[in-house]
């Protein structure tokens, strides 16, 4: 039986996939306690990456928003496989990291980085409010937009 989680999910028409799994020699999240570590995903759909480019230059900043959110799809995937498929488990999302391959002079990471935090809240209301850094990068994997990394705590 679907969890009101899963239920939000459908209702706001969000496909979660299998979380992906790491490319080099680290792993998709870390459970420590009640606390889960999720690694930097990235704009990744059907195993193809997307929003490939520099915001402020080929990446305007709604696609940086698209960009975001679908990094936060991403790490809703890696959450659901820390908690056993069980996304109610999910008691509060603590923190995300957001990391924006920009031009120099661009100075909207917090724009951009909102693609991700709205689908947080979006999803798990006030247990998805959360503390948040948005910082431009010089380049990031693949030559992706965005990179987002998230802490969330989790019920037993």
Do not use: W
Request: hydrophobic content about 45%; proline content about 4%.
């Amino acid at each position: 039986m679907a969890g009101s989680v899963d239920a939000r999910l459908a209702e706001l028409g969000i496909e979660v996939p299998e979380a992906a799994a790491p490319v080099a020699n680290y792993v998709g999240y870390v459970i420590s306690g009640n606390m889960v570590f999720v690694s930097g995903q990235v704009p990744i759909k059907g195993g193809e990456f997307q929003f490939q480019g520099k915001v402020g230059d080929s990446v305007s900043v709604e696609d940086g928003q698209a960009a975001a959110r679908l990094c936060a799809i991403n790490i809703i995937a890696q959450l659901k496989a820390a908690c056993g498929g069980d996304l109610d488990r999910v008691a509060r999302i603590v923190k995300l990291g957001g990391f924006v391959n920009s031009t120099p002079e661009f100075t909207d990471q917090p724009k951009v980085i909102n693609g991700a935090s709205d689908l947080m809240v979006e999803v798990f209301g006030d247990k998805g409010k959360h503390s948040r850094a948005a910082v431009s990068a010089g380049a990031l994997p693949v030559g992706v937009a965005v990179e987002v990394d998230c802490v969330a705590e989790i019920s037993a």
